[in-house]
């Protein structure tokens, strides 16, 4: 069984700062794309930032600039850094995996984390 564990999230003023961490457990052979998804209420999901399968970083462009992925290979670990929060960054935000175990590739999310801007 493969799992994300997600953490980081919060409550914190508009301005401020938080950090998620998403690791990845469990039996991965490789992952092919890892990423940030988040979702308000009332919303669609939609994507915040990754790394793709072609191993490109993108963002979405409401947080470009603000907000910074990174990950540690050696850990199955992706990290968002985000600064300079705003009300409108307010949701659930999910990591996201693609993988293979074997000869099966895979699709898994996390059990998401509140983030909560306020004004």
């Known amino acids: 069984q493969v799992q994300l564990v997600e953490s980081g999230g919060g409550l914190v003023q508009a301005g401020g700062s938080l950090r998620l961490s998403c690791a990845a457990s469990g039996s991965i052979d490789s992952i092919i794309a890892m990423g940030w998804y988040r979702q308000a209420p009332g919303k669609q999901r939609e994507l915040v930032a990754g790394?793709?399968?072609?191993?490109?970083?993108m963002y979405a462009d409401s947080v470009k600039g603000r907000f910074t992925f990174s990950r540690d290979n050696a850990k199955n670990t992706v990290y968002l850094q985000m600064n300079s929060l705003k009300p409108e960054d307010t949701a659930v935000y999910y990591c996201?995996?693609?993988?293979?175990?074997?000869?099966?590739?895979?699709?898994?999310w996390g059990q998401g984390t509140q983030v909560t801007v306020s004004s």
């Open positions: 790394f793709t399968s072609v191993g490109s970083t």
């Open positions: 996201n995996a693609e993988f293979y175990s074997g000869s099966y590739r895979y699709v898994r």
